[in-house]
């Protein structure tokens, strides 16, 4: 950041914000008193301090508002402060137009699932407050100054934070990059767990497995003890087997994850919950109440809250992007009311978007060691005038016989250009290669059957 454009008046303007921030504070005390809260313990534990009288006329510095954000579906932090690294001085230049954002390092979020679904014996955690384990260097701590006081009688202070900066644009980049070098620099001989660190985590979450309770303790040991070289704790752990819950320290366990109770409980993993008494995956939609005055923005909105990188819902989101495709034709601005024919249509799938609840999708497709040899991927598309898709499923032979499970599955509008029947089935077709690429990444022998 050595040679960073310096910014304009960043300081009056972080200045601005945190009144507008006060401001706030004055309608809810609670939030005044936990955000007070989450920036004492960013003093306490040393990732941000205050800045001396002498240091204050550093010319080459940044000031950066903050704002809360409340993330009420957290177990522990509901509060969470975010630095607007994106605002922009009076030249109109922010800190995260001047900042490199760094490669994309981890692997597409599906087939971090995928691998995780191929393993029996199931866990996740996540790392305790990532980003604030890794030390940015002084001179660039310079660019990640803050205006603070906790009571508007006081005088405003100056402090800078010395750490990843959640809100900068490169933060994403550099705590990968961190949590790699540390799998690299402190394996210690455990290339297992040096691997699934650099495999199977999607940002701070955790996601791996093994095909026996004795070696995910195992696993789940020697990654714990290679991140604690590099400073970064594991916590909130979940599992669907109890005999690994036992190995798990209980102030470490999630709040959710009950040893005693048979596991009972869901766990919220990368937006999919996860039901451990039945180690299948679930949908919890809460959709905001449907409106009589609905336009194309209310209907995009609620289409966006409907998370499924795998497409097990395809029959309900496929009929949403047909619906969007004709709200495009209609030509309709974004806060005008729509046509009564598509209110009716949308209304239709709302109400379908309730039986979503009652799917539920085993996280454990049934591979293991010993019969992944045994292994086939079946696929299977179809086509209309108005849409193709394709879906994937793995069929293996085990010893107690023939376990079949949903892969994947992919949906797409026909083209608004006229295109014949038996052209969009061979798309539907070609979808499937797609579907089922998720698992021939594994490097697994199988068959491919197309029907």
């Known amino acids: 950041m050595s040679n960073i454009y310096v910014l304009r008046n960043t300081k009056e303007i972080a200045i601005q914000r945190f009144f507008q921030l006060e401001r706030r504070f004055r309608r809810s005390s609670d939030l005044k008193n936990e955000y007070k809260r989450v920036i004492k313990d960013y003093i306490e534990e040393k990732h941000l301090e205050k800045i001396s009288d002498k240091e204050k006329e550093t010319k080459t510095s940044v000031y950066l508002p903050h704002h809360a954000v409340i993330r009420n579906d957290k177990e522990t932090t509901k509060t969470r402060v975010v630095f607007d690294a994106s605002c922009k001085g009076t030249n109109n230049i922010s800190l995260n137009d001047e900042l490199c954002v760094g490669p994309i390092l981890q692997e597409d979020l599906r087939h971090l699932l995928m691998r995780w679904r191929m393993k029996c014996i199931g866990f996740i955690a996540d790392i305790q407050k990532m980003y604030r384990q890794i030390i940015v260097t002084k001179n660039d701590s310079e660019y990640q100054r803050i205006i603070w006081r906790e009571n508007e009688t006081d005088?405003?202070?100056?402090?800078?934070?010395?750490?990843?900066?959640?809100?900068?644009?490169?933060?994403?980049?550099?705590?990968?990059?961190?949590?790699?070098?540390?799998?690299?620099?402190?394996?210690?001989?455990?290339?297992?767990?040096?691997?699934?660190?650099?495999?199977?985590?999607?940002?701070?979450?955790?996601?791996?497995?093994?095909?026996?309770?004795?070696?995910?303790?195992?696993?789940?040991?020697?990654?714990?003890?290679?991140?604690?070289?590099?400073?970064?704790?594991?916590?909130?752990?979940?599992?669907?087997?109890?005999?690994?819950?036992?190995?798990?320290?209980?102030?470490?366990?999630?709040?959710?994850?009950?040893?005693?109770?048979?596991?009972?409980?869901?766990?919220?993993?990368?937006?999919?919950?996860?039901?451990?008494?039945?180690?299948?995956?679930?949908?919890?939609?809460?959709?905001?109440?449907?409106?009589?005055?609905?336009?194309?923005?209310?209907?995009?909105?609620?289409?966006?809250k409907l998370f499924d990188p795998l497409g097990w819902i395809a029959p309900s989101t496929v009929m949403a992007k047909i619906l969007i495709q004709k709200l495009w034709l209609e030509k309709v601005n974004w806060d005008d009311s729509i046509s009564d024919t598509l209110k009716q249509e949308w209304r239709e799938i709302r109400e379908d978007f309730d039986n979503i609840h009652g799917v539920l999708v085993k996280r454990w497709l049934g591979t293991t060691e010993k019969n992944k040899n045994k292994i086939q991927i079946h696929g299977f598309s179809d086509a209309s005038m108005r849409a193709y898709a394709a879906a994937v499923y793995i069929r293996i032979e085990t010893s107690y016989g023939i376990v079949t499970r949903l892969v994947a599955a992919k949906t797409r509008v026909a083209p608004l250009k006229t295109i014949s029947l038996p052209r969009l089935e061979l798309y539907g077709a070609l979808l499937i290669s797609v579907s089922g690429s998720y698992l021939v990444c594994e490097n697994m022998t199988m068959f491919l059957n197309f029907v």
């Open 155 to 304: 005088a405003l202070q100056e402090y800078r934070l010395l750490r990843v900066t959640f809100g900068t644009a490169p933060a994403p980049y550099l705590a990968v990059k961190t949590l790699h070098q540390v799998a690299t620099d402190e394996d210690n001989g455990k290339p297992a767990a040096a691997q699934a660190i650099k495999n199977n985590f999607f940002m701070d979450d955790w996601l791996d497995g093994a095909d026996s309770s004795e070696e995910a303790i195992v696993l789940a040991q020697d990654v714990t003890n290679i991140l604690q070289r590099g400073g970064f704790n594991l916590t909130k752990w979940s599992s669907n087997n109890i005999e690994f819950m036992k190995s798990v320290e209980e102030d470490k366990r999630s709040a959710n994850a009950h040893v005693d109770m048979n596991l009972e409980g869901t766990i919220k993993a990368l937006g999919i919950v996860w039901n451990l008494s039945t180690d299948s995956f679930q949908y919890n939609l809460n959709l905001p109440t449907i409106q009589e005055f609905i336009t194309k923005r209310h209907i995009l909105s609620d289409v966006q």
